[in-house]
């Protein structure tokens, strides 16, 4: 029998609504304006610059989210696999390549528009992983349209400025080649306009995750999965500025009004990886019913950037854009997510081993093992995938969340109470 | 001391269904397993019935009933589901006080899990979605090899070859039997390769933690040559409860007698004390 408890909504999710029709709306009327262009780009790419240049600017990854999202993407993963792609490659890319080949898209329902804006412009940072330079000349080359990138130094402990000077190199010629192939000059001060407000979101969306370290969280992981939308796809704009103001204001009040994402919060955790967008209502209503709060995340927190106090934008970018957890070697995520656990005040830590994203999969190399031995953390690791259910198993994750919990409710009982010993029979 | 009230587990497994009845002092009065079927609420009954067989004990006489595995939530009349993970730790753990792993090889899924000396969960796996490493396994490659689910401990007993099949999966091991057995391979090396390829799954994922480790399960209850295995990877022979197959059931029974009775009119706390319906 499942208890569902109430919970109450966050009402900025009705401006985020009409947010997201205007972003899509506005990105098809793009794509059929001649006086406009469109670009692509990778998540935790360079957009700023795009968006400085003028260019509508759309994000293939969200659509490989939604694909998911809607349970789709196993029926058009083995189209991509049938024009060469491995099926144990990134689900977001062969997903979205089987959706194009098929003319599938979740936007056609959702906005009454044909799907994605065709491009102009291609532009990725392998910052993230080097899927993505592959996943977009599929469409430069579909398109017959410039796929141009950055390839970043990666696995990186420290910054170093010699670091942050080669990646910056890499934007300054990414600029060049940009103006070159439009006939085009980029406005420095626009640029620095855009770093401006891609950092003001992106710390007004820090401030709203960091409202979780409140108990009751008011804001969750699932809704922040929600929520983090205009941060990667309006980064720069004004309207995603004013979205986080909103949503701030409505977190601080839900801290003060004590109402938490999830009512009877119990047990806090954390979610380390991708998130499994083909059964997030079951893993959401399972958190529901169990009383967990996931109170951080490794996934939200990906847009969370450094604050930019004005100076050279382009430096502001290339620390931004290396900075970045998925970027950084084992030591340096260890310690993240030590820190964070700590900050959050965190009963535990879930990893998401998903099949086809090894880079943003960190339960491979022993992390777990060591978090639980070395520091005594309750830890548990989930098989799964971002988008292709059938690596997931629903009723195995289940009962491994279940059991998780039994083991949180152990660990939170004085050691006098622990497991008694039984005679046996 | 008298019997009742009665302390029920049921194991709803995925493959079988286990049942085991404690008296008020926990001593097991009767125990039952019954293949699962496709419903989990009629094996549930018919294994609580054969375990209270010859007890000359009825239903009535159940004061709690705790239930666990794959089909936990269909059970009729369990007061509380709990995970199969922490049922076998109780139940493994009551059996052997000093045990730390407990390796449970199923019809579906293989779990390893370790507790501490509290009997504290500290760590469990279940395998991948693949059947690799199950009871399902072994009955898939029973075919292969032309020989049935019931002969092949015993002939996989007779080998003194030190074989061990290397695919991981169910698919390229069947072609993998074939192959051998095309070459030649004695059928009762390949039989005993299979087991210790088994051994191998679940040696991986012991995550390599120590100490004494205890063996349970429907693989583990009905074939010698699993426990043969095991001790090859692991270096000494497994703990064998009694009954091996119910390590769950009794650990869910040890629960049941747990249960405040009070606490049942409190809505779930949890899934370890969520009521059904
Ligand atoms: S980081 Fe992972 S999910 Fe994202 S594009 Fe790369 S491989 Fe795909």
Redesign the pocket.
């Known amino acids: 029998m499942s208890h569902a408890v109430p919970r109450v909504e966050i009402r900025a999710a009705q401006q985020l609504k009409s947010l997201m029709r205007d972003y899509f709306l506005d990105l098809d009327a793009a794509a059929c304006d001649a006086d406009r262009r469109v670009a692509w780009c990778?998540?935790v790419g360079p957009c700023e610059i795009l968006v400085a240049f003028g260019f509508a600017t759309y994000f293939p990854?969200n659509h490989?989210a939604l694909l998911g999202a809607k349970r789709l993407s196993h029926q058009l993963i083995p189209y991509a696999v049938s024009a060469g792609y491995c099926a144990e490659?990134?689900?977001?890319?062969n997903s979205d390549i089987g959706a194009a080949l098929r003319g599938v898209s979740p936007l056609q329902d959702a906005y009454g528009i044909a799907g994605p804006p065709r491009p102009d412009l291609l532009v990725y940072s392998t910052n993230?992983?080097r899927?993505?330079q592959d996943?977009w000349n599929f469409f430069g080359r579909r398109h017959d349209a410039p796929v141009l990138g950055i390839c970043p130094p990666t696995h990186l402990g420290e910054i170093t400025p010699a670091h942050v000077r080669f990646v910056r190199g890499e934007l300054q010629a990414l600029i060049e080649r940009i103006e070159a192939h439009f006939g085009e000059k980029l406005d420095r001060d626009r640029l620095a306009e855009v770093v401006a407000r891609s950092s003001a979101a992106s710390t007004l969306w820090r401030r709203v995750l960091d409202t979780a370290r409140a108990r009751p969280a008011p804001i969750s992981f699932w809704d922040g999965l929600i929520h983090m939308a205009p941060v990667i796809l309006m980064r720069g704009s004004p309207a995603a500025v004013a979205y986080y103001e909103t949503l701030l204001a409505e977190m601080q009040q839900r801290v003060r009004d004590r109402v938490g994402a999830v009512p009877h919060e119990r047990f806090r955790v954390y979610w380390e990886g991708?998130p499994v967008w083909p059964r997030l209502r079951d893993l959401s209503d399972k958190c529901l019913e169990l009383g967990v709060a996931v109170a951080a995340s490794t996934y939200c927190n990906s847009w969370a950037f450094e604050d930019y106090s004005g100076g050279d934008p382009l430096e502001w970018m290339a620390r931004a854009s290396i900075a970045i957890f998925?970027n950084r070697d084992e030591p340096t995520k260890q310690a993240f997510l030590l820190e964070m656990v700590r900050r959050f005040d965190l009963d535990g830590l879930i990893f998401h081993n998903?099949r086809?994203?090894p880079?943003?999969t960190n339960s491979r190399f022993g992390m777990t093992q060591r978090l639980r031995e070395d520091h005594g953390l309750a830890v548990l690791s989930v098989d799964g995938d971002?988008s292709d259910q059938r690596f997931f198993s629903t009723a195995q994750t289940m009962t491994n969340l279940e059991a998780f919990v039994e083991q949180l409710e152990v660990r939170r009982r004085p050691a006098s109470s622990a497991v008694s010993q039984e005679v046996a029979g | 001391m008298s019997a009742v009230p009665l302390y029920v587990g049921i194991d709803a497994g995925s493959s079988a269904t286990k049942c085991v009845v404690l008296a008020a002092d926990g001593t097991i009065v009767g125990h039952g397993v019954v293949s699962s079927g496709f419903d989990y609420a009629e094996a549930a009954d018919a294994a609580l019935t054969l375990a209270l067989g010859g007890t000359g004990l009825d239903r009535g006489d159940v004061a709690c009933c705790v239930s666990t595995g794959y089909g936990r939530k269909n059970v009729r009349g369990a007061q509380r589901h709990v995970t199969e993970i922490s049922c076998h730790a109780r139940g493994a753990r009551a059996w052997y006080p000093e045990v730390r792993g407990i390796v449970d090889i199923g019809g579906q899924d293989t779990k390893v899990i370790w507790i501490d000396a509290r009997g504290e969960l500290v760590d469990y796996r279940m395998n991948s979605k693949c059947a690799a490493g199950t009871g399902t396994f072994l009955e898939s490659v029973a075919v292969r090899l032309g020989v049935p689910l019931s002969a092949i401990d015993a002939l996989a007993m007779t080998s003194t070859a030190h074989s061990v099949l290397n695919s991981y999966c169910t698919v390229f091991t069947g072609t993998e039997v074939i192959e051998r057995i095309k070459s030649g391979e004695p059928r009762q090396d390949i039989s005993m390769g299979l087991f210790r390829s088994i051994a191998a799954r679940v040696f991986e994922m012991c995550a390599a933690r120590d100490g004494p480790i205890a063996a349970t399960g429907g693989v583990v209850a009905h074939c010698r040559a699993m426990l043969r295995a095991l001790e090859e990877i692991f270096g000494a022979p497994p703990l064998l409860p009694p009954w091996p197959q119910q390590a769950g059931a009794y650990g869910a029974a040890l629960l049941a007698r747990e249960v405040d009775p009070h606490d049942l009119d409190e809505r779930p706390r949890s899934a370890q004390s969520e009521v059904s319906a």
């Open positions: 990778t998540s990854e490989g490659s990134c689900s977001y890319m993230q992983c899927e993505v996943w991708m998925i998903a086809t994203c880079n943003n971002l």
